[in-house]
């Protein structure tokens, strides 16, 4: 009798997982990746990076307790919140070059729990993917990052982009995946960044 009460505790914790997923995911992007473009270009190609980050991201801060969130592997680093607050802007910016937007420095800084730094994070690199995909800025070759302060601006090509804020954030989405799994909270087993589709039964 006991063995059959725990084994119902447990299946339905399972469950309870399973609809607290999909509650959490419902109305959020990259629960999975979206299907692939039909053609190959400069355009879908940094959205599909934009995409694969976003998927990462997603899995990366499923979950995430406050223990996790305060947890820092040494006395100088970063706590995992401190690295998701970092992500947020990482994601600002990789918005802002998809529309050739400045990215405008020594404004207040956000204050917003981690539930809001996810959300936006996860909705400004949906919307950069969108923007990409749907060529807002007709020419790859025009799009740039830009950063201004005061009457400095400086103008970089995408090119930077790429191996600066997106790789970037992909780089911090993996120290929070370690991060979780130091502080007694590993990603989710069914998460497949290969497949970009995650198993949670």
Known sequence: MRIILKSLIVLSIMVCNVIDISAQSENLP?????????????????????DGLGYRYFWA?????????????????????????????????????????????????????????????????????????????????????????????RELPFWNMINGPIADAIWHSGQVVAFRRASGNPLHPGVSVLNGKTRVE
Do not use: W
């Open 61 to 153: 801060t499923e979950g995430l307790r406050d223990e996790d969130l305060s947890y820092r592997p040494s006395e100088t680093s970063r706590t995992t919140m401190e690295t998701i607050e970092h992500i947020f802007g990482l994601s600002k910016t990789i918005i802002n070059a998809s529309l050739s937007k400045p990215n405008i420095s020594g404004g207040s800084r956000d204050e917003m729990t981690f539930k809001e730094y996810r959300e936006a994070t996860l909705k400004n690199l949906i919307e950069a993917s969108n923007n990409l995909r749907n060529h807002v800025v007709p020419d790859m070759e025009e799009m740039k990052v830009i950063f201004q302060r005061g009457e400095n601006s």
């Open 30 to 50: 990259y629960y999975s990746i979206p299907d692939a473009p039909d053609t190959y270009d400069a355009h879908n190609v940094a959205a599909r990076m934009v």
